[in-house]
């Protein structure tokens, strides 16, 4: 039923303009503590620093998403956070495995118009290996951002969308949204292709927790794939 948490426009804006304004607080007295306070410490620990400030975008990102939605309640019933069957989860793998195939193979078949695609886990994760670093990206890739993202695009654009457009419509739209906002024009088609197969994941099942699922299992393997690769050289 994808008519089941419906989400208004009021819910939506408010979810961004509260992010915005919480990463703005957050990452502005992060970034003046690593210029003044401890200055000489984040000098050498440039890594460390851009890695705690990646974490604290998606951790306000997901409190902006229990303000807006009414906390862990409204996560379930509005976003559709919610289990629904282990069958579901294992279809949601299933359709993930699909994407990273047909998606890899778009890719590779639109590089000569888009250019050579580079992997963005390979960009941050060979950033460091300092333990700090890690454990605070480690967690962040796998587990807070897919979480924070399925919130955002399958439970509240989506859930905003269906209810003013057809349901194909909403998925494609959502797909180009969820795509486009990572900023990485080589890995578009990839990130298309499973924001569709997330999507309908979403729309078949009314769950973000499956489409969650996929997320974590497509940036784990990208997670452990890079650090398989770059601890070979």
Same mark, same amino acid.
């Given at each position: 039923m994808t008519g #089941?948490?419906?989400?208004?426009?009021?819910?939506?804006?408010?979810t961004?303009?509260?992010?915005?304004?919480?990463?703005?607080?957050?990452?502005?007295?992060? %970034?003046?503590?690593?210029?003044?306070?401890v200055?000489a410490?984040?000098?050498g620990h440039r #890594?460390?620093v851009s #890695?705690l400030? %990646?974490?604290?975008?998606y951790?306000?990102?997901?409190?902006?998403?229990?303000?807006?939605?009414?906390?862990?309640?409204?996560l379930?019933?509005?976003?559709?956070?919610r289990f629904?069957s282990?069958p579901?989860?294992?279809?949601?793998?299933?359709?993930?495995v699909?994407a990273l195939?047909?998606g890899?193979?778009?890719?590779?078949?639109?590089a000569p118009?888009l250019?050579?695609p580079?992997?963005?886990?390979v960009?941050?994760?060979?950033?460091?290996?300092d333990?700090l670093?890690?454990?605070?990206?480690?967690?962040?890739?796998c587990l807070?951002a897919?979480?924070?993202?399925?919130l955002l695009?399958?439970g509240?654009?989506?859930?905003?969308?269906v209810?003013r457009?057809?349901?194909?419509?909403?998925?494609v739209?959502t797909?180009?949204?969820f795509?486009?906002?990572?900023?990485?024009?080589t890995?578009f088609?990839v990130?298309f292709?499973f924001?569709?197969?997330?999507t309908?994941?979403?729309?078949?099942?009314?769950?973000?927790?499956?489409?969650?699922?996929?997320?974590? #299992?497509?940036?784990?393997?990208a997670?452990?794939?890079?650090y398989?690769?770059?601890s070979h050289?």
């Open positions: #089941a948490g419906a989400v208004s426009g009021r819910r939506l804006l408010l961004i303009g509260l992010w915005l304004a919480l990463l703005a607080i957050v990452g502005g007295l992060t %970034i003046l503590a690593a210029r003044v306070v200055r410490w984040a000098l #890594a460390d #890695a400030l %990646i974490a604290e975008a951790a306000t990102l997901l409190v902006a998403l229990l303000v807006a939605f009414g906390g862990p309640a409204g379930r019933d509005r976003l559709r956070f629904t282990f579901d989860l294992l279809g949601a793998l299933a359709a993930w699909l195939v047909a890899g193979l778009l890719t590779t078949s639109l118009l250019g050579q580079r992997s963005n886990a960009t941050l994760l060979s950033r460091s290996f333990p670093f890690v454990a605070l990206i480690v967690p962040t890739v807070l897919p979480f924070c993202e399925e695009f399958r509240a654009l989506f859930g905003w969308l209810g457009l057809p349901v194909p419509v909403s998925v739209v797909a180009a949204v795509a486009g906002a990572h900023l990485l024009p890995l088609p990130l292709v924001g569709l197969a997330a309908m994941v979403r729309v078949r099942t009314d769950s973000t927790l499956n489409s969650f699922a996929m997320h974590a #299992a497509q940036n784990t393997f997670v452990l794939a890079t398989a690769v770059l050289g």
